[in-house]
């Protein structure tokens, strides 16, 4: 465990000592002023979502997580999540540009499934809107304004999310990740503080000229605490023995991410083959009845009654290693309300 000083260098305004898990949990901070010209060694901002397994005893980290360091490569200055960020600098408007943790949230979702966001405004009020849930994932060309609550058509179809206009401002649109060059094995005996795990998605905001990398991210810690033995992305992940797919993990996590699909997202087994499906493309947020086996075209069997479901196989991993966990893992909730036609 670094000590004091060197754990702050490392998660600036976050670090604090080792504390118990029964003590009061340390709420994220509710909006950060981030000034980009004073960190030359890049920013990055992603929307913060619960991870798909968790076995230790931290708060949620929910919003907008952000990396800024001052020097390429060097430690971050920052590394911390909040409800907000209002974004300044010589490049931007002397007001700033405000992301909040919603626009971020459905930024991540739009961006795992595939679909571009674009900048919509009301054509009534200039109200800058947001798709939220099921319109986050399907492109459509009228919207219900949260401004003026009146319905306005914009030009043409596309999903509406005001990251784009900051992105747009600072000439900093996403650029495609490169594949995560480490890999990890790991036992969670060995980790009895627990792990973490995500899926990466595209940076909302990223400046470094290093390129993101792209997998599976894990926290692991060998003791109750603040800060993880392990923080990093990984292009392959095993633990006890059982592999992770990256696409699994951050599909999931996007699923995760959506109310509308609240479990809805089970494990689906044929039952001719015995293989698992995992949804993919359109399939992948889009519940259907009787789905059929991608290898044999047979039934596919779930543990739920609900009829329209989607596949996905990482569920029951995560079962199994809960099994076998030092702990059961967290049940997190993002709390976001669903939105559907």
Same mark, same amino acid.
């Given at each position: 465990?670094?000590?004091?000083?060197?754990?702050?260098?490392?998660?600036?305004?976050?670090?604090?000592?080792?504390?118990?898990?029964?003590?009061?949990?340390?709420?994220?901070?509710?909006?950060?002023?981030?000034?980009? +010209?004073?960190?030359?060694?890049?920013?990055?901002?992603?929307?913060?979502? &619960?991870?798909?397994?968790?076995?230790?005893?931290?708060?949620?980290?929910?919003?907008? *997580?952000?990396?800024?360091?001052?020097?390429?490569?060097?430690?971050?200055?920052?590394?911390?999540?909040?409800?907000?960020?209002?974004?300044?600098?010589?490049?931007?408007?002397?007001?700033?540009?405000?992301?909040?943790?919603?626009?971020?949230?459905?930024?991540?979702?739009?961006?795992?499934?595939?679909?571009?966001?674009?900048?919509?405004?009301?054509?009534?009020?200039?109200?800058? *809107?947001?798709?939220?849930?099921?319109?986050?994932? *399907?492109? *459509? %060309?009228?919207?219900?304004?949260?401004?003026?609550?009146?319905?306005?058509? +914009?030009?043409?179809?596309?999903?509406?999310?005001?990251?784009?206009?900051?992105?747009?401002?600072?000439?900093?649109?996403?650029?495609? &990740?490169?594949?995560?060059?480490?890999?990890?094995?790991?036992?969670?005996?060995?980790?009895?503080?627990?792990?973490?795990?995500?899926?990466?998605?595209?940076?909302?905001?990223?400046?470094?000229?290093?390129?993101?990398?792209?997998?599976?991210?894990?926290?692991?810690?060998?003791?109750?605490?603040?800060?993880? +033995?392990?923080?990093?992305?990984?292009?392959?992940?095993?633990?006890?023995?059982?592999?992770?797919?990256?696409?699994?993990?951050?599909?999931?996590?996007?699923?995760?991410?959506?109310?509308?699909?609240?479990?809805?997202?089970?494990?689906?087994?044929?039952?001719?083959?015995?293989?698992?499906?995992?949804?993919?493309?359109?399939?992948?947020?889009? &519940?259907?009845?009787?789905?059929?086996?991608?290898?044999?075209?047979?039934?596919?069997?779930?543990?739920?009654?609900?009829? %329209?479901?989607?596949?996905?196989?990482?569920?029951?991993?995560?079962?199994?290693?809960?099994?076998?966990?030092?702990?059961?893992?967290?049940?997190?909730?993002?709390?976001?309300?669903?939105?559907?036609?």
């Amino acid at each position: 465990m670094a000590h004091k000083a060197d754990a702050t260098a490392k998660y600036g305004r976050r670090a604090k000592v080792c504390r118990a898990a029964h003590l009061p949990a340390i709420q994220p901070n509710e909006i950060l002023e981030l000034n980009i +010209d004073e960190y030359p060694g890049g920013i990055a901002l992603w929307g913060a979502v &619960p991870p798909v397994y968790d076995t230790t005893r931290l708060p949620l980290d929910f919003g907008i *997580h952000v990396h800024a360091r001052r020097v390429a490569e060097g430690d971050k200055v920052i590394d911390q999540t909040y409800r907000g960020v209002k974004l300044t600098g010589s490049r931007l408007p002397l007001s700033g540009l405000m992301v909040s943790e919603i626009d971020a949230v459905y930024f991540m979702v739009s961006s795992v499934f595939g679909f571009n966001t674009r900048y919509v405004r009301c054509t009534l009020c200039g109200f800058p *809107h947001l798709d939220k849930d099921w319109f986050s994932i *399907h492109p *459509h %060309r009228r919207h219900l304004c949260a401004g003026c609550g009146r319905t306005f058509s +914009d030009t043409g179809f596309g999903i509406g999310n005001p990251i784009r206009a900051t992105q747009e401002t600072l000439g900093l649109l996403p650029r495609k &990740p490169t594949k995560a060059a480490k890999t990890l094995s790991l036992r969670q005996s060995d980790y009895p503080g627990g792990i973490q795990i995500w899926g990466s998605n595209p940076a909302i905001i990223w400046s470094s000229e290093k390129a993101e990398e792209e997998g599976i991210h894990v926290h692991a810690f060998k003791r109750d605490c603040e800060f993880p +033995d392990c923080d990093d992305t990984f292009s392959a992940v095993e633990i006890d023995g059982v592999e992770f797919d990256p696409i699994m993990v951050r599909t999931l996590m996007a699923q995760n991410s959506l109310p509308h699909l609240e479990a809805r997202v089970v494990p689906l087994k044929c039952d001719s083959c015995g293989e698992m499906e995992f949804s993919t493309g359109e399939q992948a947020f889009t &519940p259907a009845v009787g789905r059929l086996c991608s290898r044999c075209g047979s039934h596919l069997s779930g543990p739920t009654r609900l009829r %329209r479901t989607i596949g996905n196989p990482l569920i029951a991993t995560l079962q199994s290693l809960a099994a076998s966990a030092p702990r059961p893992p967290q049940k997190h909730s993002t709390g976001l309300l669903p939105e559907t036609l």
